[in-house]
């Protein structure tokens, strides 16, 4: 589980950032506010929740910086 690899949490989410701005073409970047939300969130699944939640973050966001609000029920 995602919770028991705190160390993993944000190279991951970076990785995934960078997959998915290539994906829809835009240049996303993680907020401070937001990499803090990521590494205390209690994760409850896997690694593929994290994935998910980058994905939806980056289709979502309203600006360059992706934000806490912008996870939409995390």
Known sequence: ALRE???DILPLA???LHKFNRKYKVSRTLGHQLMT???S????GNVRQLQNTIQRA???A??????PQDLHGL
């Open 5 to 7: 690899r705190r160390d």
């Open 14 to 16: 970076l990785m995934f």
């Open 37 to 39: 939300v990521l590494e």
């Open 41 to 44: 969130h209690p994760w409850p």
């Open 58 to 60: 980056v289709i979502m």
């Open 62 to 67: 309203d600006g360059a910086v992706i934000r």
